[in-house]
């Protein structure tokens, strides 16, 4: 069965830290580059890291850059996203999905969604 399951979301103040984890089952997710992407209400979600099928490059946002860092672990058939910093325009349902390319204008996604995890940065 295909699947990612999100979760470590939840509540935190301004400058503060969370990690996100992906958890994933499926051929695709271990042989594809994997991104995170948030959505917020009333727009559209958009990826904002992307790690490699090794996970030797990763790409980053200009707005998370130097505050996330993406990594994934291929033994566990895991990702993560590492939130430093955290400001209350993070604030969003965030998701993972493997991608054909690690560039962040290509909106294609090789996967099904998961239900998404929920980040609040409160002020």
């Known amino acids: 069965q295909v699947q990612v399951v999100e979760s470590g979301g939840g509540l935190v103040q301004a400058g503060g830290s969370l990690r996100l984890s992906c958890a994933t089952s499926?051929?695709?997710?271990?042989?594809?580059?994997m991104g995170w992407y948030r959505q917020t209400p009333g727009k559209q979600r958009e990826p904002v890291a992307v790690i490699s099928s090794g996970g030797d490059s990763t790409n980053y946002a200009d707005s998370v850059k130097g505050r996330f860092t993406i990594s994934r672990d291929s033994t566990k058939n895991a990702m993560y996203l590492h939130m430093n910093s955290l400001k209350p325009e993070d604030t969003a349902v965030y998701y993972c999905?493997?991608?054909?390319?690690?560039?962040?204008?290509?909106?294609?996604?090789?996967?099904?969604w998961g239900q998404g995890t929920l980040v609040t940065v409160s002020s």
């Open positions: 999905n493997a991608k054909p390319t690690m560039s962040l204008l290509d909106k294609r996604i090789l996967g099904p």
């Open positions: 499926g051929v695709i997710f271990r042989i594809s580059a």
